[in-house]
């Protein structure tokens, strides 16, 4: 492996386990033993947000009584364990992570296991657990700077997996099963600690994007400052955890409030909290005297969001080629879903107990 290649950014890394994450062979019956130095490493990947998995010849049976009794289990997302070839397991993890191949550090005592995935999947970086230890000390593989949703990646990856098994088993109406979710929407005032991940959405959320502006952090700092405007995060729960922070908006207060940039993750598509979102930000501007506006540039791919401030009543009062200004009725008050919890911490909120919402 090249110096060159080691720069590029790490999501996941994936351990074999004879030899490799523990000392012996589980099948030959030795004595295992996870050495301290990789214990701890698992412990800090996870603890930096990059995930982890395993890819290992073995009975998954043992594998899995062994990983629990080490203690490690709950760190590693959809091991493969079998006797299929690695690099067939790793396209396995590569597609249920939804992650780029060149993302992925595949660790292995084995020179024809690292040989074989090289061949077959030569973007995956191969290399022994001595390389992977000199990488993390030479600083060449953990993030410098982490955020509270990279910090919880690996809960919010099982989270997604329990809510995708519900879903799949789920029968009824789809309002039924967004109301077995139990959602809570918190819309709160952006901190320092949220910038990172408030500029990282910014710059990757193409499709639920309102205008498509690009924001550095010291861009939203400066905003968050600025007393005629307002940087808003969204973050929601449900009742198989966190989605950590999913939404942003950024807005100019005044006689009137315009929301210049309005955006969802798309890992929240399909539950509907783009609308909750528009109503928390209007209820906010309406307690304030002020009306909203929102600004529109559409794209290729975000004409959804256009379609979600319509819903919440909002009507075009002027449209050109590439920028469509709307503005909300005087009369007309964004209503909040029975299947989502509200709450902001605005404290002149209005609230209304109709729509389950919560000012605090």
Same mark, same amino acid.
Not at 234 to 242: H, I, N, P, R, V
């Given at each position: 492996m090249t110096p060159a290649t080691a720069e590029k950014t790490v999501k996941c890394v994936v351990w074999d386990l004879d030899d490799t994450l523990w000392d012996g062979t589980l099948l030959e019956g030795d004595e295992l033993h996870v050495? @301290?130095?990789?214990?701890?490493?698992?412990?800090?990947?996870?603890? +930096?947000?990059i995930l982890q998995s395993v890819a290992s010849r073995n009975e998954p049976g043992p594998v899995d009584d062994r990983l629990r009794a080490f203690g490690l289990d709950e760190y590693f997302l +959809?091991?493969?364990?079998?006797?299929?070839?690695?690099?067939?397991s790793l396209r396995t993890l590569i597609q249920v992570l939804n992650i780029g191949a060149d993302s992925v550090l595949f660790v292995d005592d084995s020179d024809f296991e690292r040989a074989e995935v090289a061949r077959e999947l030569p973007e995956v970086r191969c290399m022994t657990r001595q390389e992977l230890h000199e990488l993390v000390a030479d600083g060449r593989v953990l993030p410098r700077h982490v955020t509270a949703d990279a910090a919880r990646r690996r809960e919010m990856y099982q989270a997604e997996d329990r809510r995708r098994s519900h879903q799949e088993t789920f029968q009824g109406p789809n309002e039924e099963f967004l109301s077995s979710l139990d959602m809570t929407l918190r819309v709160r005032h952006a901190t320092t600690a949220d910038l990172d991940r408030a500029a990282e959405l910014t710059q990757r959320t193409h499709q639920l994007n309102t205008t498509g502006i690009t924001f550095d952090q010291e861009e939203l700092a400066a905003l968050v400052r600025d007393p005629g +405007?307002?940087?808003? %995060?969204?973050?929601? @729960?449900?009742?198989?955890?966190?989605?950590g922070t999913i939404g942003l908006a950024v807005l100019s207060t005044g006689p009137q409030w315009t929301i210049r940039l309005l955006l969802m993750s798309c890992r929240v598509m399909g539950r509907n909290v783009g609308t909750v979102l528009i109503a928390a930000l209007a209820r906010t501007a309406a307690a304030h005297g002020a009306r909203t506006v929102a600004h529109f540039r559409p794209t290729d791919r975000n004409r959804q969001m256009l379609v979600t401030y319509r819903f919440a009543g909002f009507v075009v009062e002027s449209r050109s080629?590439? +920028?469509?200004?709307?503005?909300?009725? @005087? @009369?007309?008050?964004?209503? %909040?879903p029975g299947y989502v919890r509200l709450l902001t911490d605005d404290t002149t909120a209005a609230v209304s107990g109709t729509t389950q919402e919560i000012t605090r």
């Open positions: 050495p @301290d130095a990789n214990r701890e490493l698992v412990r800090v990947l996870d603890e +930096h947000g +959809h091991p493969q364990v079998g006797w299929s070839a690695k690099s067939a +405007h307002r940087v808003l %995060v969204a973050e929601l @729960d449900d009742c198989f955890g966190t989605y080629e590439d +920028h469509v200004v709307l503005t909300l009725p @005087d @009369d007309r008050i964004p209503a %909040v």
